[in-house]
């Protein structure tokens, strides 16, 4: 091994040590923080470890710094004679590191079973790479008590997601004075299914607030919520030290490279199979579904601009179409206030 790749391990080895004992500490200061920075710097340098064993670059010509973690994730995954990660497992990676960047820059809360689920599939995906690219197993260089312990038995991970959604349901409700907290469990959630749907940038302060207001007003379908997060599951396998947790595509819904360069995009993203079967709802269709006229839905659709965001209609050939998460935003909309009094908003507005 070269001489570069092996500090860098050394290097990693050191990080993941680290925040997995930080995961294991009796007390909680700056715990979370800790454990999510350095598994994403551990990760950091097994990859660049990873790239130069290979007989890859981890500098651009004439550079002085190094390649930063997408650039890392996206070699690992798709440079010819490098190749070393699947889709699945950048999946992975984009979520650790997505959820670094709000520890380190912002404000993040994780709940402890979540928390588990992001150290234990870093380990079993820090373990998987060890083995297939340097050909060494984990137990070997790290004693076997080095790994997450949990004192509460870990739920299905989908259950988990359910849980945090009721617990964000109850800190919203009125007289909490908590949304502040509330916010910062729904970032972490919102991180994780950006980096599912490969979204780079954090969540804003709008759309967790738009988050906020549909679970609040009793929306808890996690297909709705956070699509990305619906679109995967999780596979465990083993016990103890040699438990496995990984994440993996659900059938008939494919994980794609993004282009290289694309703005404020994470290298791999889960795609829907068929536009048509996403934007599966017509015009006459949803008012039938929703029980108005088509000039009180033209009204809806107006005045709620749900033309303007893609999650809700898309213009295709011809024709618009709209998605399930349309129907439930106007449903929505529709329990603030009657389909009349919306129509008379709209009337009022074009004559204006």
């Known amino acids: 091994m070269k001489k570069e790749a092996r500090l860098l391990k050394e290097k990693s080895l050191a990080s993941l040590t680290l925040s997995v004992e930080h995961f294991n500490r009796p007390w909680d200061v700056g715990r979370t923080d800790a454990v999510l920075m350095l598994l994403d710097h551990?990760?950091?340098?097994?990859?660049?470890?990873?790239?130069?064993?290979?007989?890859?670059?981890?500098?651009?010509?004439?550079?002085?710094?190094?390649?930063?973690?997408?650039?890392?994730?996206?070699?690992?995954?798709?440079?010819?004679?490098?190749?070393?990660?699947?889709?699945?497992?950048?999946?992975?990676?984009?979520a650790i590191n997505g959820l670094r960047d709000a520890a380190q820059h912002h404000l993040v809360d994780i709940s402890e079973a979540h928390l588990y689920l992001q150290a234990q599939s870093g380990i079993t995906?820090?373990?998987?790479?060890?083995?297939?690219?340097?050909?060494?197993?984990l137990r070997d260089v790290l004693p076997e008590r080095v790994l997450p312990i949990a004192t509460v038995a870990p739920r299905d991970p989908l259950a988990l997601f359910a849980d945090e959604i009721a617990e964000v349901a109850r800190l919203l409700r009125p007289g909490t004075r908590r949304r502040a907290e509330a916010a910062a469990r729904l970032r972490a959630l919102a991180i994780v299914d950006g980096a599912m749907r490969g979204e780079k940038l954090q969540p804003g302060e709008a759309s967790l607030r738009k988050l906020g207001s549909q679970i609040s007003a009793g929306v808890t379908?996690?297909?709705?919520?956070?699509?990305?997060?619906?679109?995967?599951?999780?596979?465990?396998?083993?016990?103890?030290?040699?438990?496995?947790?990984?994440?993996?595509?659900?059938?008939?819904?494919?994980?794609?490279?993004?282009?290289?360069?694309t703005a404020?995009?994470?290298?791999?993203?889960?795609?829907?199979?068929?536009?048509?079967?996403?934007?599966?709802?017509?015009?006459?269709?949803?008012?039938?579904?929703?029980?108005?006229?088509?000039?009180?839905?033209?009204?809806?659709?107006?005045?709620l601009k749900v033309k303007e965001n893609e999650d809700y209609a898309k213009l295709i050939l011809t024709t618009w179409c709209y998605s399930q998460k349309a129907l439930t935003r106007l449903r929505d909309a529709l329990q603030e206030q009657t389909p009349e009094e919306w129509w008379r908003?709209?009337?009022v507005r074009i004559a204006a």
């Open 42 to 94: 551990a990760f950091e340098m097994l990859l660049k470890a990873a790239i130069l064993h290979r007989g890859g670059r981890i500098r651009e010509p004439g550079e002085k710094n190094t390649i930063g973690f997408d650039q890392c994730v996206r070699r690992g995954l798709s440079t010819e004679n490098i190749r070393f990660l699947t889709e699945e497992q950048a999946l992975t990676l984009q």
């Open 345 to 347: 908003q709209y009337k």
């Open 264 to 303: 404020d995009s994470s290298v791999v993203a889960v795609r829907r199979v068929s536009e048509l079967d996403f934007y599966n709802l017509r015009f006459t269709g949803l008012a039938k579904k929703l029980g108005v006229t088509t000039n009180q839905l033209s009204a809806l659709i107006t005045l």
């Open 125 to 137: 995906l820090y373990r998987d790479l060890m083995r297939a690219v340097f050909g060494e197993e």
């Open 221 to 261: 379908d996690l297909e709705v919520l956070f699509p990305g997060i619906a679109a995967v599951h999780f596979v465990t396998d083993g016990s103890g030290a040699a438990i496995s947790l990984r994440i993996a595509k659900k059938e008939g819904i494919p994980v794609t490279l993004v282009t290289d360069g």
